[in-house]
Nanobody, 128 residues
Framework: VQLQASGGGLVQAGGSLRLACAASGRTFSFQSVGWFRQAPGKEREFVAAISWSGGSTSYADSVKGRFTISRDNAKNTVYLQMNSLKPEDTAVYYC??????????????????????WGQGTQVTVSS
């Protein structure tokens, strides 16, 4: 399995970006796919997740109402639409996937350290 994250960049506060996580390999085994982020000097934190088949979602409180996660199974791609960006959203964003039977989007947040697959990060920088 490979996860390829893209779409990061530099944007002004209040702006928008859309990240994409393209998956290849045994994607049929996925239960959920999520986005995490890591700012300098901080731990990697959960952002959002979506179930691979059913479309249920979960969001961190800090991004609710601003970020939207979606998937396109035909393209094996998960998107993160980020609106109303703030300087505190600046971080390297990573996508992750897991095939454990009970790995719902809500559990992605607490199971960060044991998730099976990780992509490389994409840098998001929000200027004030």
């Amino acid at each position: 399995v490979q996860l390829q994250a893209s779409g990061g960049g530099l944007v002004q506060a209040g702006g928008s970006l859309r990240l994409a996580c393209a998956a290849s390999g045994r994607t049929f085994s996925f239960q959920s796919v999520g986005w995490f982020r890591q700012a300098p000097g901080k731990e990697r934190e959960f952002v959002a997740a979506i179930s691979w088949s059913g479309g249920s979602t979960s969001y961190a409180d800090s991004v609710k109402g601003r970020f939207t996660i979606s998937r396109d199974n035909a393209k094996n791609t998960v998107y993160l639409q980020m609106n109303s960006l703030k300087p505190e959203d600046t971080a390297v964003y990573y996508c992750a996937a897991d095939s454990a039977p009970l790995r719902t989007p809500a559990t992605m947040a607490t199971m960060r350290d044991i998730l099976e697959y990780w992509g490389q990060g994409t840098q998001v920088t929000v200027s004030s």
